[in-house]
């Protein structure tokens, strides 16, 4: 690992994953929500944790299908933008992001509060603040520290919390009055629907587990078990809660508490239980921020990988490997927020709420993506979790009816902020996102591939001195088969994951990447096709190319060729070798050169892809406003005549199965004794040649090396390697 990588580590095992997904669940809210909830439901507001608890477990079952098949960092955020693109992906960004810290805050304030409160010798907005901003100090250096030291500190403070909290509902059960609970729904099923929109921010700590997914050990096993697990212990845990604590004292008392949970166990076991209490709940603000802020920063840090944000922020560091960028960036916001407690703590309260809201409208997403996965089934989607198929399509239709049910039953306020987070979502893909060029979802390239698609050309960039190059013979290609519904250039280009699960990759080199596809576009504007860009990752940039060829059910593949074969285990590179062992359409390797397309040649001679070559030729040809020249050579047998006549029926028994008439051609036959090195005398007055793929193996190319090799390098002009589909070369073997 080096300085300004963007590569994050596996340190966090079940325990750890555990701890931080409880740590906002089983949290802040543990201590003050249940007022809130009692006010608004009575007793019945166990219930609405119940529901809340419902809802939160189909959103952790769809996570865990889609964490497990991308276990990278930016959870909700990085499946929807994968899935349905960079609009929905900024709207969910910037929800989760905002969410998050608002929620933080919230939580620090509290924080400050329970310090400040039981001491008389303390008083004051100011000192709560500042208590908070102390608090937010330590949960920065933590985070910026590193995420096995989080993972500890968040050990430590839940095993504290959860021991007390236990001690609390096992002592209260003792105390519980039935006659507290006989009017147990006071304000009936909408007010418990209410209720459960109100409640929900406290589930969102299983969500934090997918957003640190790059950070989990063995991924496949231990995200979906942690996400499930603690979404069903935490929902057990605040129902018992509910019940015991508003049968121990009145609903109507507690609704007017802002310690309601101190009120009760100063009932069950006086001034050591309201001490208790008060250390419990500072834990458990501290332990929610701690979470919170987490999975803040590795929201942004993935938004800045994929584009939607600066990738300055998608940099780690160089000794603590942690995103330090965006921890920090994450932490200014937050203090700023928790400033602003000191006139509007009202408004902090009000956004801490809105982070239900924007976390049901991402799990809502979450659940389509999940769908849009399904129907895409893009080639790299093989998640080692996958919904059964008793609970596919159910649970993610299930989750979307869900989650808009409570949003129904929110404030109207709540829904005017969270409505203006979503809009200012939308709003910074289009001025931001949108402008860089960012990839359509899996979805949409489906939805392309499965209609009535034009022809189109898969076009791999690397180098920004040949891709000009390279597009314009890919846009030849492309033109000469444009029908009905025209034609169509995607140009990718790959960036290889720096560690071994291929998810991670240096912020340096996806800037490399916009820039190339940038280029690309401002080049292919005067090319007569359409031109769309797609950035990938990929374990292998052999492997990312066929995927997505594969996605976008390509009709051709143009790579750029170094001119040479190398000797050892590829004949033409790893990469290359993987796309033809792989790719099934035609495909075309190209040494680009500087020289300008006005004369193309192709060699008839022998071989199961020389009707490619000849096509290739007929295209490039047709673009420069010339005829093409197809070359074919003969040794000698003594009657000059005979080998010329020979060559000319070769040539025109290859023209007629390459589909060429004889007045859209030239010939040439060369008689002598070394054909190979007449062929490449005769191929260096061309500005490109193109050469059917040799049906040679291996060792045979290696240890003799090709003819299209040897034009190459005696040459200035182009050459071109052509494969046709594989179906038609064994059709025609």
């Given at each position: 690992?080096?300085?300004e ?36 439901a ?24 889609l ?10 955020y990085?499946?929807?933008n ?13 929800g ?5 810290m ?10 400050g ?6 001491l ?9 603040v ?8 330590l ?5 910026y ?12 403070m ?9 001690l609390y ?6 105390f ?12 009936g ?6 209720t ?8 969102l700590?299983?969500e ?48 007017g508490?802002?310690?309601?949970v ?31 802020t ?5 929201v ?15 940099e ?8 330090h ?6 932490g ?10 000191l ?30 996965f399904?129907?895409?089934e ?14 596919y ?6 989750g ?17 902020v ?14 931001y996102g949108r402008?860089k ?22 076009v791999?960039?690397?180098?920004p001195?040949?891709?000009r ?5 890919a ?5 000469r ?18 560690d ?6 240096e ?18 504007e ?16 052999g492997s ?24 050892g ?15 099934d ?47 074919n ?17 070769a040539i ?19 008689v002598?004794?070394?054909i ?12 490109i ?32 390697i ?9 059709n025609?073997?």
């Open positions: 690992m080096t300085a990588s963007g590569e994050l580590e596996r340190n966090l095992g079940f325990l750890e994953a555990m701890t931080i997904g409880g740590g906002t669940m089983i949290g802040a809210g543990m201590f003050i929500l249940p007022g809130i909830a009692a006010d608004g009575g007793p019945a507001s166990s219930v609405s944790f119940a529901i809340a608890g419902f809802v939160a477990l189909l959103a952790a079952l769809s996570l865990s299908e964490a497990t098949a991308m276990p990278l960092a930016g959870g909700s990085h499946y929807v994968r899935s349905l693109g960079g609009l929905f992906g900024s709207i969910v960004g910037w989760m992001w905002t969410g998050l608002f929620a933080t805050a919230f939580y620090m304030i509290g924080f509060q329970y310090i400040v409160q039981p008389p010798f303390l008083d004051g907005r100011v000192l709560v500042l208590v908070g901003l102390i608090g937010l100090l949960i920065l250096s933590i985070n520290y590193g995420t096995e030291e989080t993972g500890k500190a968040q050990n430590i839940i095993g504290t919390q959860v021991s007390i909290v236990l509902l096992v002592f209260g059960l003792f519980v009055s039935l006659g507290n609970l006989v009017d147990f729904a006071p304000r099923a909408s007010g418990i629907v209410a459960t929109g109100i409640v929900f921010v406290t589930f700590g299983f934090i587990i997918a957003t640190v997914a790059g950070e989990i050990k063995k991924p496949g096993k231990l995200i979906p078990l942690t996400m499930i697990l603690s979404v069903v212990l935490v929902t057990i845990l605040y129902v018992v809660l509910m019940l015991v604590t508003t049968g121990v004292v009145p609903y109507q008392e507690l609704g508490s802002l310690v309601p101190s009120d009760v166990a100063s009932v069950i076991a006086g001034p050591l239980g309201v001490g208790l209490i008060v250390f419990a709940a500072a834990v458990a603000a501290i332990s929610s921020s701690n979470s919170s987490l999975a803040a920063s590795r942004i840090y993935a938004m800045g990988r994929d584009g939607l944000m600066s990738s300055w922020l998608n780690t560091h160089g000794s603590f490997n942690t995103p960028r965006a921890v920090i960036t994450t200014l916001v937050t203090g700023l927020l928790i400033s602003l407690g006139g509007v703590e009202a408004i902090v309260e009000l956004l801490a709420e809105v982070a239900s809201f924007s976390f049901l409208v991402s799990y809502a997403l979450v659940h389509i993506s999940l769908v849009g399904r129907y895409a893009p080639a790299d989607y093989d998640p080692a979790f996958r919904l059964p198929r008793g609970l399509p159910g649970v993610p239709i299930l979307v009816v869900m989650t808009f049910v409570v949003i129904s039953q929110m404030a109207p306020l709540v829904l005017i969270g409505t203006g987070i979503v809009g200012i979502g939308v709003g910074w893909y289009f001025v402008p060029g960012l990839d359509a979802g899996v979805v949409e390239r489906a939805y392309r591939s499965r209609g009535q698609q034009p022809y189109r050309v898969v791999p960039v690397m180098n001195e040949t891709q190059g390279l597009l314009r013979f846009a030849a290609a492309a033109e088969h444009a029908g009905e519904n025209g034609a169509e250039l995607v140009v990718i280009n790959v960036v290889q994951a720096t071994a699960d291929g998810r991670n990759v912020a340096e080199r996806f800037e490399s990447q916009r820039e190339l596809l940038s280029s690309a576009s401002e080049i292919a005067g090319l007569p096709v359409n031109i769309r860009t797609e950035a990938v990752v990929a374990e292998e940039v990312g190319i066929v995927t997505l060829v594969d996605e976008v059910d390509a009709d051709e593949v143009l790579l750029g060729w170094t001119g040479e074969i190398e000797q285990t590829h004949v033409f590179g790893s990469v290359i070798d993987t796309v033809l062992a792989d790719v359409c035609e495909l075309s390797l190209v040494k680009v050169t500087e020289a300008e397309v006005t004369t193309a040649a192709a060699l008839a001679g022998p071989g199961p892809n020389t009707d490619a070559a000849v096509k290739r030729a007929k295209q490039l040809a047709d673009a420069a406003g010339t005829l093409p020249v197809l070359l050579a003969q040794r000698p047998d003594g009657d000059g005549a005979v080998p010329f006549d020979r060559g000319q029926e025109q028994w290859i023209a007629e199965r390459a589909g060429l008439d004889p007045g859209e051609y030239e010939s040439e036959v060369i002598a004794e070394d190979d090195s007449a062929l490449v005398t005769a191929a260096a007055e061309y500005d040649v193109c050469v059917g793929l040799s049906a040679k193996d291996k060792r045979v190319r290696q240890l003799f090396g090709s003819i299209a090799e040897r034009i190459a390098r005696s040459g200035t002009g182009n050459v071109s052509v494969r046709g589909p594989t179906e038609d070369i064994a025609t073997d």
